[in-house]
């Protein structure tokens, strides 16, 4: 073999250690991004699932905190319809439906709640919709609930002022009323079951 030749044969064997290099080169290089694309995707998924976790505590403890709300509100509800029997007689009649006296639709007209509840109709009937009573007495008592439970928005703050105004009582039919969010509230809450009862009167049959 002459010296050309062996020249020849060491380029050749170069260029194939050379080929086989780059390719060594570029798989572990395309590994190594497979892998850190790897671990990039399981840190993102790790923390998908922390905020998952996160998330799901939160609502479990929103759950809960509407649930004893929900309960206080029943009781809230069960409170006032019971409480001082005398004055829930003085406004209202059991009359196969419990219905308004004079004294009743007096208090409901002077406070402000009969405009309370015209001025956002739509909105309390949609809050007893949400609850689908499927009968009339069902109706009375969501009534009392929707009415109660929005006593802190600003739908009450005319009849707040007014309960601000007013003396602890005013007389009605001879009768003393305590002039409160209750005995408001419990006026307020016959008047938007008789609304509701317009708009659905198939309960009542």
């Known amino acids: 073999m002459n010296r050309a030749e062996i020249i020849m044969a060491i380029i050749g064997g170069l260029s194939l250690v050379t080929a086989w290099l780059t390719y060594l080169i570029k798989s572990l290089y ?6 850190q694309r790897m671990v990039d995707m399981e840190s993102k998924i790790c923390g998908y699932e922390v905020r998952k976790r996160e998330c799901d505590a939160k609502f479990s403890e929103h759950g809960k905190q509407i649930a004893v709300s929900s309960e206080k509100l029943n009781y809230m509800s069960e409170w006032v ?3 001082d029997n005398k004055i829930w007689t003085v406004l209202s009649k059991k009359k196969s439906p419990r219905e308004l006296t ?7 007209n002077i406070s402000g709640g009969k405009e309370c509840i015209d001025r956002n109709r739509d909105f309390f009937i949609h809050s007893i919709e949400e609850y689908s009573p499927k009968l009339p007495y069902d109706v009375e008592r969501r009534s009392l609930d929707v009415v109660l439970a929005n006593t ?3 739908h009450f703050d005319d009849i707040k002022n007014f309960i601000y105004k007013s003396p602890e009582f005013i007389e009605f039919e001879g009768e003393e009323v305590r002039i409160s969010i209750f005995s408001i509230g419990f006026v307020m809450s016959l008047y938007l079951r008789d609304l509701y009862l317009e708009k659905y009167p198939k309960l009542c049959e």
Do not use: W, Y
């Open 30 to 35: 395309k590994k190594g991004m497979s892998s």
């Open 81 to 83: 319809t019971q409480l």
């Open 102 to 108: 004079a004294a009743g639709v007096d208090l409901l």
């Open 152 to 154: 802190n928005g600003d």
